[in-house]
């Protein structure tokens, strides 16, 4: 059997708290503690949770943009801290939140998205031809070519950064939130162009998000994550239809229904105060808005264990 794609083992990512004059560390932000998953080749693996819960900054390991502490995080099997960083990022690209702040606003478009290609001494004449081809493939026009990022709207910019993230041919690419910035009307036009690229590039996705309704229309597989931990992995339709972890079920309901029970409950919810990523509750950390917390959730962390195929939560209720 062949190695995933991508493969996530055991990741921790901490952030040392300095104080003093010496800048002594004295204690640590968890941002990512522990986390573990695969993803093959033509997967789109959902990341999904409330803001704070680690999957950006797990989304940045994968990209080496950061280190991770501990842990390790395999590309078709070898540890991508020994691949050379331009090697790695040949075959492994990502499209950023904000379009405003990925494109250089004193650079023309050309030249932004094709900056790999000169990089590597590619012709003028190969960058031209590269660019404007991939600003069709996007929807845009090859006029834009010498155009500047404020000429354009957010919906389009976003295009300028998906044709910046196909120039070096990648196999795999991260998506962080890429829609959030967006009109609804804008952000169905992207998701769509994303699915089709998908399709005719064999493309595989880690499409991080806190939008459901986007990410069912996007993955196959969807990873919930709640302070720096993974709380239920499943593929989308058994996860849709039969939710497993209490957290989970907070999120579903989390898109208000005026005048239901659901409501009533979810407004009780936000008086609640999050976990602290610096002091961590030694059992499950969901234990404290846990509607089906006993002792044992406040002193035994879960495993992460696979209840049914495929199907893996942290939480003694389960299965």
């Known amino acids: 059997m062949s190695d995933p794609l991508l ?22 932000v968890h941002a990512v503690d522990g986390v573990s998953f695969d993803i093959e080749a033509g997967e789109a693996v959902g990341l999904v949770g409330e803001s704070g819960c680690g999957k950006s900054t797990l989304s940045r390991c994968v990209m080496r943009l950061i280190e991770p502490t501990s842990g390790k995080i395999l590309y078709k099997g070898e ?31 050309g030249y932004s998205v094709g900056e790999p290609l000169i990089v590597r001494g590619a012709s003028k004449e190969e960058v031209r031809s ?44 991260v998506l962080d939130e890429p829609t959030s910035s967006l009109d609804v009307s804008v952000q169905a036009k992207i998701l769509n162009l994303l699915n089709k690229l998908k399709r005719e590039r064999d493309l595989t996705y880690l499409f991080v998000s806190h939008d459901l309704s986007v990410i069912k229309h996007m993955c196959d597989r969807i990873v919930v994550m709640y302070v720096g931990k993974v709380m239920e992995a499943a593929p989308k339709n058994e996860l849709f239809e039969e939710t497993l972890h209490p957290y989970t079920r907070l999120l ?9 029970r659901h409501e009533r409950e979810m407004m009780g919810q936000e008086h609640i105060e999050l976990p602290s990523n610096i002091d961590l509750p030694p059992g499950c950390r969901f234990c404290q808005r846990c509607p089906q917390a006993e002792e044992r959730c406040s002193e035994e962390a879960p495993e992460l264990v696979e209840v049914s195929p495929g199907h893996l939560v942290a939480c003694h209720h389960a299965g």
């Open 79 to 109: 540890d991508i801290s020994g691949i050379p960083h331009g090697e790695y990022w040949r075959r492994v690209q990502m499209v950023f939140q904000d379009p405003r702040s990925s494109l250089n606003p004193r650079l023309t478009i």
């Open 130 to 173: 590269r660019v404007t081809a991939l600003l069709e493939t996007v929807g845009m026009n090859p006029e834009h070519f010498g155009r500047y990022p404020h000429e354009f709207s957010g919906g389009q910019r976003q295009r300028l950064l998906v044709s910046k993230a196909l120039i070096t041919d990648p196999e795999f690419i």
């Open 252 to 260: 579903f309901d989390s898109i208000p229904k005026p005048g239901t």
């Open 7 to 28: 493969s996530i083992r055991d990741v921790r990512k901490y952030f040392p708290i300095r104080q003093g004059l010496l800048q002594r560390t004295v204690g640590n």
